[in-house]
């Protein structure tokens, strides 16, 4: 078989060595001029135009940053989500939304691994799914975290789907917020009545099931899963303390919600006194992953916290609310077409200073001059962005790099930008 893989990017490698057997002949098609990292040997059609050559192929496999609109070849199209969804043997617990999906996906997974199950976490988190397929059981559980690029064409969904919270995102790629929204919600577009839904709350008037759906369920709602006064609810029961949690801030606090009502669906209906105790494990064990709202170190009275992944304004408006402290923001990169106008109005409100970094800096700057919000502008590099707040910063303030765009104007990634600030933060002197 003629296969095409459109596209070469983080998936591609386990892409080539999934398909790359059965006699199948293999061509990377990919539109920029150079592609790192090919295998030795590939095929190749690369440069402008190369996706007008693809109907030659009988196979086009879709990386998932390639809008599915620009490979019109009908039914010869497919992913390796949609290979994924149809040849794994276990249960799937798909998880998405615009951020937080991470944090669930890991919280579902600790809370069933503490239950004595083998769980792979895959997906978006950075394990591509097609390479743990080979060694997933019909008796273990899989948490797939699920992008809007992996969720646009697919034709399954996953036995437990979760649907966080929704902002404008990604709009530099999606053609609107309507793809971007119509794209998350195949996340439970093709489920069954005996598959179980997750949605928040805020997208209860924005999602239509189909008729025969009858486990549609929300959080945090008193109908499931939510926090009040210090505890997590289920079905209005006091369950379990919400300071079991190891990581800041409300929206964590939803996360755990979400965590709690998917693990819940797979373990019991029944929250009795077993289930606290696993579900006290599985929750209190997580410490967070990387560049989400990291505490990073104390320099001179002032607390530095990492919070590279928040790519968007709402992300940042979380770790805003997560501190009661004066807080130093620095905000900018690329921007990904989000409006930051209700950020601004949060940054006021909770007199939050913003130190403007990146490509965007310019455009903040006016925007909180508009707003009433103390703004200066930074040109330099990493430490100089450092310097800056180690300079504005009092005793007992927080720093908080929690950016609201994207990292590729100045880095290579999100995890080189944080990581870039923790070694620019312990080089302080204090």
Same mark, same amino acid.
């Given at each position: ?314 992300? /940042? ?34 007199? /939050? ?78």
């Amino acid at each position: 078989m003629k296969i095409a893989l459109a596209g070469f990017g983080q998936e591609g490698r386990i892409s080539y060595d999934y398909w790359n057997r059965d006699g199948n002949q293999l061509t990377i098609v990919d539109e920029r001029d150079a592609v790192e990292g090919l295998p030795e040997g590939t095929l190749t059609i690369l440069g402008a135009g190369a996706f007008a050559k693809l109907s030659e192929f009988d196979l086009v496999i879709r990386s998932p940053g390639i809008n599915p609109k620009r490979l019109p070849y009908e039914d010869k199209v497919w992913s390796a989500t949609n290979e994924f969804f149809e040849k794994c043997p276990a249960p799937i617990i798909g998880v998405t939304g615009t951020k937080g999906k991470g944090t669930t996906s890991s919280l579902i997974a600790s809370i069933l691994r503490a239950a004595g199950k083998t769980v792979h976490l895959v997906g978006n988190i950075g394990v591509p799914a097609l390479g743990e397929l080979a060694s997933i059981g019909a008796d273990d559980i899989v948490v797939y975290e699920l992008s809007s690029f992996q969720l646009w064409d697919v034709k399954k969904s996953p036995h437990v789907a979760v649907m966080l919270m929704i902002e404008p995102d990604h709009l530099d790629i999606h053609d609107d917020m309507n793809d971007y929204l119509n794209a998350k919600l195949n996340i439970v577009r093709h489920q069954t009545e005996n598959d179980v839904s997750i949605v928040h709350r805020s997208l209860s008037d924005v999602i239509t099931l189909p008729p025969n759906r009858t486990s549609y369920m929300k959080y945090p709602d008193e109908d499931t899963v939510y926090a009040k006064d210090g505890w997590f609810y289920v079905k209005h029961q006091k369950f379990i303390q919400t300071s079991v949690l190891q990581i800041p801030g409300l929206h964590n606090i939803e996360n755990a919600c979400a965590a709690i009502a998917a693990a819940g669906s797979i373990l019991s209906s029944a929250y009795d006194s077993e289930l606290e105790a696993i579900f006290k494990e599985g929750l209190s064990s997580f410490a967070g992953l990387p560049h989400r709202l990291k505490f990073v170190a104390e320099k001179n009275g002032v607390e530095y916290y990492d919070d590279s992944i928040a790519t968007t304004p709402g992300s /940042a408006i979380a770790a805003i609310r997560s501190f009661e402290r004066p807080k130093v923001l620095l905000l900018g990169g690329h921007d990904k077409g989000a409006g930051y106008d209700e950020l601004m109005s949060v940054c006021r409100e909770a007199d /939050a200073k913003i130190i403007a970094i990146g490509a965007n800096g310019d455009n903040l700057v006016e925007l909180a001059a508009q707003h009433g919000v103390t703004c200066v502008r930074e040109t330099g590099d990493m430490p100089a962005i450092v310097a800056r707040a180690d300079e504005i910063a009092q005793p007992g303030d927080v720093v908080i790099l929690s950016p609201a765009a994207a990292s590729f104007d100045m880095f290579k990634s999100y995890a080189d930008r944080g990581d870039q600030f923790i070694a620019a933060v312990r080089s302080l002197q204090s």
